[in-house]
């Protein structure tokens, strides 16, 4: 298990048009640390925005892809994703409340 804080878990949201028809049903969408646990991602979020409970967190690996220049091949990053839902009483995280 890694030794991440909890600052170091939540890399940034994820902002598709399925995570954010997501966001009705209070599902939240983020990349996180490739060796987070799903109890680090419910503890980050919690601790990060205020009046936030967590009810489940779904995890999701994704192997990087395969991509070439010429003859040579290599690999994209590998990432991955936490869905976070929110209780019925939580408070909603708005991401875009400095824009």
Do not use: C, W
């Amino acid at each position: 298990m890694a030794d991440l804080k909890y600052y170091d878990v939540i890399l940034k949201p994820v902002i598709t048009e399925k995570s954010m028809n997501q966001m009705a049903d209070k599902k939240y969408t983020f990349l996180v640390h490739p060796s987070a646990t799903r109890t680090q991602v419910k503890d980050a979020v919690e601790k990060m925005f205020e009046g936030v409970k967590v009810e489940k967190v779904n995890t999701i690996n994704q192997d990087g892809k395969t991509r070439r220049r010429g003859m040579t091949f290599g690999k994209t990053a590998k990432t991955k994703k936490a869905i976070v839902k929110l209780t019925a009483e939580s408070k909603d995280i708005d991401f875009f409340e400095g824009m």
